[in-house]
């Protein structure tokens, strides 16, 4: 059985908060750039917080291009075009909520699946024994907590180039704060290095068997993992459960 990791993600500040309303409020409501917003008094009003903490907030929606304030006239959806909104929304990881780190999540099934599925089949011996290095690199005794994020980081970026695509490829790496953020949020401090080992021996060791289904699987548990430690729910994911080819 994995190990519970020790702690939970902590609880984002304030103005994290309010940026992530502000982005759920202009969503939720279907507003294009051009359209109005409310108030400043009505939008602190209604989400019960203080104007200095709303204008933060909104400080950081300005320089993601999400909001533009007029002098004279109030505050708008940003002007730039929705892809153009989106893209500099996903760069800032001030503005990425706990939401959308589950659909990244769950979008990340497709991607890690099919490359671990692809890397079991296709990838070179010299291949595997870097990917086999990244991963027992991610847990070297000793290393910063912030090290071993980058590392972490550094073996599904590899693993992706060596079995995805190009375009697959290039959509994780311009995920870049996505895959970041999820990795702080759920990753304990200090780092729960025995649960780490797991996941990542279990992929190793399927992508070595040159086993496609259970490399898949195997990549299935760390994202399972990563999912319920969003959630707030321990893992409940086992690598013994990962199948051996016979």
Do not use: W, Y
């Not at 409310?38 to 602190?44: F, G, I, M, V």
């Not at 203080?50 to 708008?76: D, I, K, P, Q």
């Not at 430690?229 to 994911?237: D, I």
Request: aromatic share 2%; net charge negative; proline share 5%.
């Amino acid at each position: 059985m994995i190990p519970e990791s020790p702690s939970l993600p902590l609880r984002p500040s304030l103005v994290d908060e309010v940026v992530q309303s502000l982005t759920r409020f202009i969503r939720a409501k279907g507003l294009r750039a051009g359209d109005r917003l409310p108030t400043e008094a009505e939008l602190a009003k209604s989400m019960a917080v203080s104007r200095n903490a709303l204008r933060e907030a909104v400080g950081r929606l300005v320089s993601l291009g999400l909001v533009e304030v007029r002098r004279g006239s109030g505050m708008f959806v940003g002007g730039a075009d929705t892809i153009r909104s989106c893209a500099l929304l996903l760069r800032s990881s001030l503005a990425i909520s706990t939401g959308d780190l589950v659909e990244f999540t769950e979008f990340r099934r497709v991607l890690e699946g099919h490359a671990a599925r692809n890397a079991a089949l296709k990838a070179t011996d010299e291949e595997l024994a870097e990917l086999k290095a990244l991963a027992l690199a991610i847990d070297e005794p000793g290393i910063p907590r912030e090290e071993s994020l980058l590392r972490d980081q550094a073996f599904h970026l590899r693993l992706m180039a060596i079995g995805g695509n190009r375009l697959m490829t290039a959509l994780l790496e311009s995920l870049l704060e996505f895959l970041r953020a999820s990795m702080d949020s759920t990753t304990a401090s200090p780092r729960d290095s025995a649960t780490s080992q797991h996941l990542h021996a279990a992929i190793v060791d399927a992508l070595c068997r040159r086993d496609p289904d259970a490399a898949e699987q195997a990549m299935e548990l760390n994202r399972q993992h990563t999912l319920q430690r969003l959630l707030g729910k321990p893992s409940t994911g086992e690598t013994a459960d990962v199948p051996h080819s016979p």
